[in-house]
């Protein structure tokens, strides 16, 4: 596989998980799971406040190493890692890291809306 077309595939990959992974229906499962088990109302309201800010602090690092991937893609120690991978394993991680990002902001809404 060339490097153009590991950049195809890797887009595609991407261009997939966001047009049909179930985000909402994946991030509402979630909500109801954690709002189900808790049946006090304040108790129900804090555990939402909780879990949106564990979910906005895991949100900020996977953004801030996603930033850093970003800015070192071309730096030299990642020579080998492109080479070996044409290209593809670190649009691939970057990827990933977009694709948890989505599906985190997903569920912080959701909790933000109930």
């Known amino acids: 596989m060339c490097e153009s077309e590991a950049k195809v595939l890797a887009n595609g990959i991407r261009d ?11 991030a509402s499962k979630t909500v109801n ?14 555990a939402v406040l909780q879990r ?10 996977i953004l801030n190493f996603y930033l850093q991937m970003e800015e070192r893609k071309h730096d030299e120690a990642f020579d080998t890692f ?7 394993g670190m649009v691939n991680m970057q990827n990933h890291l977009l ?4 599906n985190l902001d997903e569920e912080i809404r959701q909790l933000k809306t109930n």
Do not use: D, G
């Not at 949106?52 to 690092?61: A, S, W």
């Not at 492109?82 to 593809?88: E, G, K, L, P, W």
């Not at 694709?99 to 989505?102: A, E, W």
């Open 16 to 26: 997939i998980n966001l047009k049909y992974f179930p985000s909402k229906w994946f």
């Open 33 to 46: 799971e954690i709002t189900k088990a808790i049946t006090e109302v304040n108790n129900r309201r804090e």
């Open 52 to 61: 949106i800010k564990e979910l906005e602090i895991t949100r900020f690092c």
């Open 82 to 88: 492109n080479i070996i991978s044409h290209s593809f």
């Open 99 to 102: 694709f948890l990002i989505s």
